[in-house]
């Protein structure tokens, strides 16, 4: 970092415009309210930090809404039955988040009477609590000067610093960074107005930097070359291919539940082939028995973290005799559905 950097300013100026403009967020106590005596909720903090990874706050607000209304408590969501939370997760996707987010809430009821330890070593020895999400809750619900970077952070600080080293990598450098500039006074404000500044204005494109409270330090700003940091390794997707069946009884689907370990663990699917580097040679040997299977035009596409997955679907008649789960139609949110089995079933009904 370079010598000159006005610290004491860059916290100065980002905790006032974080005063004036930052976020109004339906589990965040503003700090006018915190000043009339308004304290965090961890509860309403930790899902909302959870539900959050990997989501945008638009997407992610309804299920917050909706989780709080059906388990207004820790409690409540702890003795709730595992494949009613997996159901009500459905659509946020990456699910192991959904199941640790129930098991958490188990340890905190049976072995913290329902509250959460107030530090960010404890809290990380927690199910499903990383080192982003202890850091912010110890920050935001305990005012403990933790450092938190999440992806706007990293955005904001490899900007104002230039960082040339290409993420994944850079992950330290930028931690380090981040750290040297965290508000001891103000912990959590302080984290909230930072993950906010590249929410709002040092956005992927187009950075307001003409309002940007700090572009008077920013050396990308200087530069007039914003546009390339963070710099970013590329990542090839590999692409999976597959099959999958739709067995349709009058309103009912023959569905199967994954493995509890894994991928979409727990969630319910339509019976299928393994998703392999290449389509199956002969997809029919993985139908769940002989129909007169006809295959829907064009292919479902989804794409997870890591790879790419092209399914085809085949559709025919079946009866309920038939072993197996069968699910109604129009009850299909009673289950825990992940997005790709809902497009597959879609692409099956719209044949
Ligand atoms: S000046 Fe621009 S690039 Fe720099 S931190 Fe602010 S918004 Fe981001």
């Known amino acids: 970092m370079k010598k000159q950097t006005d610290i004491p300013r860059l916290r100065r100026d980002l905790l006032a415009w974080y005063d004036r403009s930052g976020r109004t967020l339906p589990w965040r106590i503003r700090p006018e309210d915190r000043e009339k005596g308004a304290l965090p909720d961890?509860?309403?903090?930790?899902?909302?930090?959870?539900?959050?990874q990997q989501t945008t706050v638009p997407h992610a607000t309804p299920?917050?809404?909706?989780?709080?209304?059906?388990?207004?408590?820790?409690?409540?969501l702890a003795r709730a039955d595992q494949d009613k939370v997996l159901a009500m997760w459905a659509g946020l996707g990456y699910y192991?988040?959904?199941?640790?987010?129930?098991?958490?809430?188990r340890v905190i009821a049976s072995e913290f009477r329902g509250k959460f330890p107030q530090s960010e070593k404890e809290l990380l020895k927690l199910p499903g609590i990383g080192p982003y999400t202890a850091a912010t809750m110890a920050a935001i619900c305990f005012d403990e000067p933790t450092n938190i970077v999440d992806g706007n952070v990293e955005r904001v600080i490899s900007r104002m610093f230039r960082v040339h080293t290409?993420?994944?990598?850079?992950?330290?450098?930028?931690?380090?960074?981040?750290?040297?500039?965290?508000?001891?006074?103000?912990?959590?404000?302080?984290?909230?107005?930072?993950?906010?500044?590249?929410?709002?204005?040092?956005?992927?494109?187009s950075p307001k930097c003409e309002i940007c409270p700090w572009s008077f330090e920013c050396q990308a700003f200087r530069h007039q070359d914003q546009a390339n940091y963070p710099v970013k390794v590329k990542?090839?997707?590999?692409?999976?291919?597959?099959?999958?069946?739709?067995l349709i009884n009058d309103n009912q689907i023959l569905m199967r539940k994954r493995p509890e370990k894994g991928l979409l663990g727990g969630m319910f699917e339509l019976p299928g082939s393994p998703w392999t580097a290449k389509s199956p040679d002969n997809p029919l040997e993985f139908a769940p028995a002989t129909r007169n299977w006809?295959?829907?035009?064009?292919?479902?596409?989804?794409v997870f973290t890591h790879f790419e997955l092209?399914?085809?679907?085949?559709?025919?008649?079946?009866?309920?005799?038939?072993?197996?789960?069968?699910?109604?139609?129009?009850?299909l949110s009673d289950y825990a559905v992940p997005t790709l089995t809902k497009k597959a079933i879609m692409a099956a009904l719209n044949e």
């Open 42 to 52: 961890p509860y309403k903090v930790w899902l909302s930090e959870i539900m959050l």
């Open 63 to 76: 299920y917050w809404r909706k989780f709080l209304s059906e388990f207004p408590t820790i409690d409540d």
């Open 96 to 105: 192991a988040r959904a199941r640790n987010l129930h098991k958490c809430a």
């Open 166 to 205: 290409p993420l994944p990598n850079a992950k330290s450098e930028l931690r380090n960074l981040a750290g040297t500039i965290a508000d001891p006074g103000r912990p959590g404000d302080y984290g909230q107005a930072l993950m906010d500044l590249g929410a709002t204005i040092c956005t992927p494109k």
């Open 235 to 246: 990542k090839v997707r590999p692409v999976k291919y597959g099959a999958v069946f739709a």
């Open 294 to 302: 006809e295959k829907c035009a064009g292919q479902v596409k989804h």
């Open 310 to 331: 092209r399914l085809d679907v085949y559709r025919a008649q079946g009866d309920a005799k038939l072993n197996g789960i069968w699910a109604a139609l129009d009850k």
